[in-house]
C-alpha cells in the first residue's frame, strides 16, 4: 500500500477554518472507517476534536460518496472503486496548546485535532502537503515543525511550506505546526540543533533565553545520556497579554506564555515569570523523556478514542514537575536559595488543600479525565495534584535513597534505569514498575513507602527527609489578618467567592461558592476594600456578613478564624551535621 496523503490548507484564516483533504489509494473494500481523536497525549480530558469538524464530504473521482456518522468521532465511507478523496473543514479558534487556532496573524495545529485517521491503515507512511493562504498579506508566511521534510521536487524545505513526511498516524499526529511571520532563535545542545520559535509581539532578549534554555537541555541530555532521543527540537512559543501552558512532544513542545515572562533586554535580574517559564520550558522537554518514550504499560499503544487509565501519573508527571526545577538549580541558572522557594511554593501548594487528606496521587492519576481536568467549586477539598503532590513523592523518594545510601544511590539512578528498561526498548512502565526500578537500582525493599506516599493519604514526613540533607521545614501564616477561609474572584466591582475551603469559617456558616459579598457588618465589600475590612478584626471575632445568593440577599454570622500555618519556608539549618552538608551539596550540586 502506498502512503496516506494529507493537504491542509489555512483556507479562510478570517474565518478561523483549516481545509484539509486525504488521499487514500486503497480503501477498505467494506467502506472505509475514518476518526479522529477524542483527547491529545499529554493532556488527560476527553476534548472531542471532532465537533470543530464544519463539513465533511468524499469522492472516488467525480463522484460522490456517501459518509454516515457512525458516532461523535467516526465516519464511514461508503464502498467505491478506486482513490478515495475526504474533504473537510475544521474550525480553529482555541487558543491553546492542545488543539487549533487560525487567524490572520499566524496558524497553529496539533494533529490530533486536524487528520482523521485511516482505520486499517495507521501503521503507513504518512504524507502531509501544508499549503500557504492565499494573498499578498500572507506572502512572509513560514513553517515550523519537527516532522521531517518529505524531500524531492515537491518536499519543504527547512521552514517552507511543501510535504513532510511521517512514519505512521502516530508520528504525523506528534509534530505540531506552526505558521506565519515568527521569530526564530536558535541554538545547540550537546551538538543537536534546537531552535526558539516565538509567535506574537515580544521584545525578549533572544541571546539570554537561547543561552538559558542551552544549559537546562544539556543537563537533562546527560541527565539520562547522550546522545538525545531526537536530532533536532523546537519549542513553539505563543506570547500572549495572559497565558500560561506547555504540553510535549517527542522532539517539541507548544508553549503558551504571557509576553512580559519572557526576559527583557537589559534587565539582569531574572524576574519570577521568567523563572516561571523556565521551568515550564525545562518540564515540557524532560517529558522528551519521561512519558513520551519512558510510558505507562496502560499508554503502549494509546487509545485515543477513549479514556486510558493508569495509577502512574503522580511519576509521568510529579517526577517531571520535581526535575522541572531541579534542572534550573542543577544547571546553575538559578541559585540554591531561588531553588528551596520554589520547592517552598511546591510544599505549600499541596499543604492548602485539604483534598490532600483525601484522595492519593494514584486515585489522582486514575480519575484525571474526570476530576483534575474538570475541577469545580469543591476541587481544593477533594482532590489533590498528581503534578505537586507527585513531584513531593520524588522529593521524598530521592532524599530517602540518598539518605539510606549516604549519597550513593539518587532518583537520577532510577529514571536511568527506567529509561534503559522502558524509554529505549519501547517496553511501557507497568503499575508496580516505578517502585521495582527504585529497589533494583537501590537494594531497598521500598513497597511500604509507595504504599504510603502513593496510595496513602497521609502527609508525607518532609521536615524528617528534608533534615538529612541540613535543611529545615517550617510552617508560617501568610498574614496576620483572620480568614473567611474562601477564595474569591474579582468581577468588576463585586467580589464573588469561588470557593470555599473545608471546616473554615465562611463554611461553618453557610457561606457557599458562588455567593457575592455584599457587606461585613454594614460595610460595603469591594475588590479593594475586602482586605482592609479584615485586617481590622481579630481571629474569633462574629461578624455579619451580606451576600447575594443567585437574586436573594442574605445574612450570615461568620466568626472568623486565625490564619492558618500552611505556607512552608525551607531554608539551611542552623545546626547541620557535616554529612548532611555534603548531602546537600551533592543533591544540588551544579553539573
Excluded at 467516526?74 to 488543539?99: F, P
Excluded at 486510558?308 to 520535581?322: I, K, M, Q
Excluded at 460595603?524 to 451576600?547: C, F, I, N, T, Y
Aim: charged share 25%.
Amino acid at each position: 500500500m502506498s502512503a496516506v496523503r494529507y493537504r491542509i490548507t489555512p483556507a479562510h484564516p478570517e474565518a478561523h477554518l483549516f481545509e484539509v483533504e486525504i488521499d487514500i489509494a486503497e480503501p477498505a473494500a467494506d467502506g472505509q472507517l475514518l476518526s479522529l481523536p477524542a483527547w491529545i497525549p499529554g493532556s488527560y480530558m476527553i476534548r472531542e476534536f471532532a465537533r470543530h469538524i464544519v463539513r465533511i464530504d468524499a469522492r472516488d473521482g467525480v463522484r460522490a460518496v456517501a459518509l454516515t456518522k457512525l458516532d461523535k468521532h467516526t465516519w464511514r465511507a461508503a464502498r467505491c472503486d478506486g482513490a478515495l478523496r475526504v474533504r473537510y473543514e475544521v474550525y480553529a479558534w482555541d487558543l491553546s496548546v492542545r488543539a487549533a487556532h487560525l487567524d490572520v496573524t499566524h496558524g497553529f495545529f496539533n494533529g490530533s485535532s486536524v487528520f482523521l485517521k485511516v482505520s486499517g491503515q495507521e501503521n503507513l507512511p504518512c504524507e502531509v502537503d501544508i499549503r500557504p493562504p492565499s494573498g499578498r498579506a500572507y506572502k512572509e508566511w513560514r513553517v515550523a515543525t519537527t516532522l521531517p521534510e518529505a524531500g524531492g521536487r515537491a518536499g519543504a524545505k527547512r521552514h517552507g511550506f511543501g510535504v513532510y513526511r511521517a512514519a505512521d498516524y502516530e508520528e504525523l499526529i506528534d509534530h505540531p505546526f506552526e505558521m506565519g511571520e515568527f521569530a526564530l532563535y536558535e541554538f545547540k545542545a550537546c551538538g543537536v540543533p534546537h531552535e526558539v520559535v516565538v509567535t506574537g509581539r515580544h521584545d525578549l532578549d533572544a541571546a539570554r533565553l537561547c543561552a538559558d534554555l542551552k544549559r537546562i537541555c544539556e543537563w537533562q541530555i546527560r541527565l539520562f545520556g547522550e546522545p538525545a532521543p531526537f536530532d533536532r527540537y523546537v519549542f513553539l512559543v505563543m506570547a500572549v497579554g495572559e497565558g500560561y501552558g506547555g504540553l510535549e512532544h517527542r522532539s517539541s513542545t507548544a508553549l503558551l506564555c504571557s509576553r512580559n515572562d519572557l526576559p527583557a533586554s537589559g534587565v539582569a535580574a531574572m524576574s519570577d515569570g521568567y523563572r516561571a517559564f523556565l521551568g515550564l520550558c525545562s518540564h515540557e522537554y524532560f517529558h522528551s523523556w519521561n512519558v513520551k518514550r519512558i510510558k505507562p504499560a496502560a499508554f503502549v499503544p494509546c487509545d485515543l478514542s477513549g479514556e486510558n487509565y493508569t495509577r502512574l501519573l503522580w511519576a509521568f508527571e510529579g517526577f517531571t514537575s520535581y526535575y522541572d526545577d531541579l534542572a534550573l538549580v542543577r544547571s546553575g541558572v538559578i541559585g540554591q536559595d531561588d531553588y528551596l522557594t520554589l520547592l517552598g511554593k511546591t510544599v505549600t501548594q499541596v499543604a492548602r488543600g485539604s483534598g490532600r487528606l483525601k484522595q492519593s496521587v494514584a486515585d489522582a492519576s486514575f480519575d484525571a479525565w474526570i476530576k483534575y481536568y474538570r475541577q469545580d467549586e469543591n476541587a481544593p477539598n477533594a482532590i489533590v495534584s498528581y503534578y505537586t503532590k507527585g513531584a513531593l513523592v520524588a522529593l521524598a523518594l530521592d532524599l530517602t535513597l540518598r539518605s539510606k545510601s549516604r549519597g550513593t544511590v539518587t532518583l537520577d539512578d532510577v529514571m536511568r534505569k527506567l529509561w534503559s528498561d522502558h524509554g529505549q526498548t519501547g517496553l511501557g512502565v507497568p503499575e508496580d514498575g516505578i517502585r521495582r526500578a527504585a529497589e533494583a537500582v537501590s537494594g531497598l525493599k521500598l513497597k511500604r513507602f509507595f504504599d504510603d506516599a502513593t496510595e496513602g493519604t497521609e502527609d508525607l514526613p518532609l521536615d524528617k527527609l528534608l533534615r538529612t540533607v541540613g535543611l529545615d521545614l517550617e510552617f508560617q501564616a501568610a498574614g496576620s489578618a483572620p480568614v473567611l477561609g474562601v477564595k474569591t474572584a474579582v468581577e468588576g466591582e463585586c467580589v464573588r467567592i469561588t470557593q470555599v475551603l473545608d471546616h473554615g469559617a465562611a463554611q461553618r456558616a453557610g457561606l457557599s461558592a458562588g455567593d457575592v459579598l455584599v457587606a461585613i457588618d454594614t460595610l460595603r465589600v469591594s475588590p479593594s476594600s475586602l482586605d482592609s475590612l479584615l485586617k481590622r478584626r481579630q481571629a474569633g471575632d462574629e461578624v455579619k456578613v451580606h451576600a447575594f445568593r443567585r437574586d436573594e440577599l442574605m445574612k450570615f454570622r461568620v466568626r472568623l478564624d486565625a490564619p492558618p500555618a500552611d505556607q512552608a519556608r525551607i531554608a539551611p539549618a542552623a545546626r547541620a551535621s557535616a554529612a548532611a552538608r555534603e548531602l546537600l551539596k551533592q543533591w544540588l550540586a551544579r553539573g
